[in-house]
């Protein structure tokens, strides 16, 4: 079975204060990794996707990296706007290509 | 290009009623998913389907729940004689051909009093 676990559950932050947020996985054979934000009362926002070891994709403050048994999504100086909950998901090749979602990180930056 | 769109945003069902949540995926996208979010879980998936079929069903609960994507109009999620354990949030996502990448609407929040 799949499983996906976010870390830290939340992670409070000083306006500029750089960190990363982890997304340990298990998956019998990775067809991609997806981020997404998710905003209170939206839904999920995506991100980006990642599909081997060693990729990195980046979007102004982020930056997401991928190995074979984790990802990381870098926050550089993170702003107040940047607070939201990021959401990890983990698709396997095969099967119907359902993603299985981590609880998420719930990143709050104060200015 | 619009996103996906889901109405109604907020439905507000008392128990033993039925609640018909509607999903219009993205231009161009047959492929549709609909997921279940509680507060401080994460999304659950519920079923996957294209236009006419349901491909997959396997997290949704097998009584009350039913879920169709007609050829023509919106994919609806119908649960039947709601319950107070049906309070949550309902998203649906669209993708172009079911590998790739999952589109999300704004979500259908159900409140059963």
């Known amino acids: 079975e799949d499983q996906v676990t976010q870390s830290p559950e939340a992670l409070r932050l000083q306006e500029g204060e750089s960190s990363s947020l982890n997304c340990s996985y298990t998956?019998?054979?990775?067809?991609?990794l997806f981020w997404y934000r998710q905003d209170p009362g939206k839904g999920p926002e995506f991100l980006f996707t990642l599909y081997s070891a060693g990729e990195e994709k980046e979007k102004e403050r982020l930056k997401a990296t991928l190995t074979k048994k984790e990802s990381f999504l870098h926050i550089t100086a993170p702003k107040p706007e940047d607070s939201a909950t990021y959401l990890c998901a983990v698709q396997a090749s095969g099967g119907s290509y359902i993603p299985t979602f981590g609880r998420g990180t719930s990143l709050i930056v104060h200015p | 290009n619009a996103g996906v769109m889901q109405n109604p945003r907020h439905l507000v069902r008392r128990r033993g009623q039925e609640a018909r949540l509607r999903c219009s995926p993205m231009?161009?996208?047959?492929?549709v998913y609909w997921y279940r979010q509680l507060p401080e879980e994460g999304l659950k998936f519920m079923v996957y389907?294209?236009?006419?079929?349901?491909?997959?069903e396997s997290g949704m609960p097998k009584e009350r729940f039913s879920a169709e994507f007609p050829k023509e109009g919106p994919s609806i999620l119908r649960i039947q004689q709601v319950v107070r354990g049906d309070s949550a949030a309902y998203f649906c996502?669209?993708?172009?051909?079911?590998?790739?990448?999952?589109?999300f609407g704004p979500g259908t929040r159900l409140l059963v009093l």
């Open positions: 996502a669209s993708s172009p051909q079911g590998k790739e990448t999952q589109y």
């Open positions: 998956v019998s054979g990775l067809r991609g």
């Open positions: 389907l294209q236009k006419e079929n349901i491909i997959d």
């Open positions: 231009k161009g996208h047959s492929h």
